[in-house]
């Protein structure tokens, strides 16, 4: 633990070794970061879902401890940038796996490209995305995003994340058929931005953890996390991908899996509502980065 001094905070390393994160003071802060982070912890008490000191590092624990359960998720599969994109699309309403199958039949027919899917008449390729489900509207939504690309930005991938996120994000929303997840899953996963996804496995795990009302909208919720966690786009990746996995096998929409939920104590029979009644270290804001372990 690390001792006291001005604008620093007491963190308990112990923890920090068994979770798999560090958290330190931002000695970018100290020398002056521009500004950076110094927003990052601040109340912000007009926000529906802000939460204050404790319930910061509850947020902060819920990683720590689906961390030390999964590890690393090295999530999104994909080879390149666009592939990530295609994949973020066709993941609509369905599974992954069917999502794959799609990503390999367009592989195999040499579609994986800014030019092949430009190329590919609507209905060729409505066929060979058929496995990821909705595929004659999937290809519409393809088709829309290739068309922006090559009218804004010459069918480069790499040009369009030159782009400032905010400004870029406004125009994802404005294709047809990309709502917020799959505008902000492009942001964080093909161009490595610091924009947290919300998705239902978000919201039920949340919600379950009382947490957010169930009326919280998908803006409320990303901003719990924005707001009160340092803008890094690695900590957003990993933390959003294991909220999947903790949906998909543990926190499930129907017989939920309680008993080997790593946010329950062991040895202690929960009901939900009180499953965050979890240990977490107490300290004031500040000034914090977190830096996921390598």
């Known amino acids: 633990m690390e001792n006291k001094r001005k604008g620093a905070l007491l963190i308990d390393n112990s923890l920090n070794k068994d979770i798999g994160i560090n958290l330190k003071l931002s000695r970018r802060m100290l020398k002056g970061d521009g500004g950076r982070f110094s927003s990052l912890f601040r109340s912000r008490r007009e926000s529906a879902v802000f939460i204050g000191g404790k319930e910061m590092v509850k947020i902060q624990t819920i990683y720590q401890r689906l961390y030390k359960a999964f590890g690393p998720q090295n999530w999104w599969p994909g080879e390149d940038s666009l592939e990530i994109i295609a994949g973020a699309i066709l993941t609509q309403n369905t599974a992954w796996t069917n999502v794959e199958k799609a990503i390999r039949n367009l592989k195999e ?41 090559f009218i804004n930005y010459g069918g480069s991938v790499k040009r369009m994340f030159k782009k400032e996120t905010h400004l870029l994000r406004q125009e994802l929303l404005e294709i047809k058929g990309i709502g917020r997840e799959t505008a902000d899953s492009i942001l964080l996963y093909a161009g490595n931005r610091a924009v947290f996804v919300v998705d239902a496995y978000t919201r039920r795990i949340l919600s ?87």
């Open 109 to 149: 027919q040499g579609l994986l490209s800014a030019r092949g899917l430009r190329d590919v008449p609507l209905e060729d390729l409505a066929k060979a995305i058929r496995s990821a489900g909705y595929f004659n509207e999937k290809a519409k939504k393809l088709k829309a995003f290739i068309d922006f690309l």
């Open 208 to 294: 379950r953890l009382q947490l957010i009302s169930e009326k919280a909208d998908y803006q409320e919720i990303q901003q719990l996390f924005m707001q009160n966690l340092p803008l890094d786009a690695q900590l957003f990746n990993e933390f959003h991908a294991l909220f999947v996995r903790l949906g998909k096998d543990i926190c499930k929409k129907t017989k939920p899996d309680c008993g080997r939920c790593p946010l329950v104590r062991k040895g202690k029979k929960q009901k939900r509502k009180s499953a965050l009644q979890i240990s977490y270290p107490q300290f004031p804001y500040g000034e914090l980065r977190l830096s996921l372990r390598e």
